[in-house]
Nanobody, 119 residues
């Protein structure tokens, strides 16, 4: 059974930091491309940052220079360090694991964690 469990969400003032973590189980973590997505009320889910199994990271323009995605394959953990948070970063943040293998696509999602940026 695949599980992606996010933690670290909460409320923070504008300009503050927050660190999200995603603990993965039931997959060969190092094989999967990992990412963070977010969904604000009445908006579509959007990509925040990606880190493939090998290769360079990718960020949404709105978070470049403020957010850093990283992974620890030994601990099956994905992390999103968020600095200089803005009210527009308020959303539910989801951890995603994706793999394309022999023509089959595998996608898994966490349950989400709320991030609220407000003064």
């Amino acid at each position: 059974q695949v599980q992606l469990v996010e933690s670290g969400g909460g409320s923070v003032q504008p300009g503050g930091p927050l660190r999200l973590s995603c603990a993965a189980s039931g997959i060969i973590f190092s094989f999967y491309g990992m990412g963070w997505y977010r969904q604000a009320p009445e908006k579509q889910r959007e990509l925040v940052a990606q880190i493939p199994s090998g290769g360079s990271t990718n960020y949404a323009d709105s978070v470049k220079g403020r957010f850093t995605i990283s992974r620890d394959n030994a601990k099956n953990t994905l992390t999103l360090q968020m600095n200089n948070l803005k009210p527009e970063d308020t959303a539910v943040y989801y951890c995603h694991a994706g793999l394309l293998s022999y023509g089959s696509r595998y996608d898994y999602w966490g349950q989400g964690t709320q991030v609220t940026v407000s003064s």
